[in-house]
């Protein structure tokens, strides 16, 4: 079954490794610029730490999944723990910056949901791999694709909107 096996995916890690490291220095370059405005704002230390983490997950995802001749459950456990250190991190960061002032609840379960889902979909495809079914990789692909669909955003929002 394809979804179970790493090598039929090797490509896709590949590409996968490389879109996330350029990412990862896109949102660097982000924060570095604006690093001032960022700390005036209580929630926007988070949002960049969480989406930081969403992509180095995603990155450390894509090289677990380079690694040549490992068991399929070996690296179900990895992908499965690189999601739940992201998804703790996510509720960390949300949880620690408190409740600013005019922040609305929508705001507030928006940026925790898109930090948190990435996570949650790599967690599901670890299981999924220790479990031999159950889609497998596609959901390491759902997650890795939201990981840099959230992380361009929030990195946007950190280079641009934060100057506005």
């Given at each position: ?5 790493p090598?039929?995916?090797?490509d896709?890690f590949?590409?996968s490794?490389?879109?996330?490291a350029?990412l ?6 982000a924060i ?6 960022i ?16 992509l180095?997950?995603?990155l ?7 690694v ?6 070996v ?5 499965a723990i690189?999601?739940?250190?992201v998804m ?17 609840m929508a ?18 495809g670890?299981?999924s791999?220790?479990?031999g ?5 596609y ?13 361009a955003?929030?990195?946007w929002?950190?280079l ?5």
């Amino acid at each position: 079954m394809t979804s179970l096996d790493p090598s039929a995916w090797h490509d896709f890690f590949i590409g996968s490794m490389g879109a996330a490291a350029a990412l990862t220095g896109l949102l660097f370059v982000a924060i570095s610029i604006n690093l001032e405005q960022i700390l005036k704002f209580p929630n926007l230390p988070g949002r960049a730490a969480g989406s930081l983490g969403v992509l180095v997950s995603a990155l450390i995802v894509a090289c677990c999944g380079l690694v040549p001749d490992q068991h399929v459950v070996v690296l179900g456990v990895e992908i499965a723990i690189a999601g739940g250190a992201v998804m703790f991190q996510a509720l960390w960061v949300t949880v620690r910056s408190g409740v600013p002032d005019g922040d609305r609840m929508a705001w507030r379960v928006e940026r925790t949901l898109t930090l948190l889902l990435p996570g949650t979909l790599f967690f599901a495809g670890g299981l999924s791999l220790v479990a031999g079914g159950g889609g497998g990789l596609y959901w390491v692909f759902a997650a890795t694709a939201l990981a840099f669909l959230v992380s361009a955003i929030n990195a946007w929002v950190l280079l641009v909107e934060v100057l506005r």
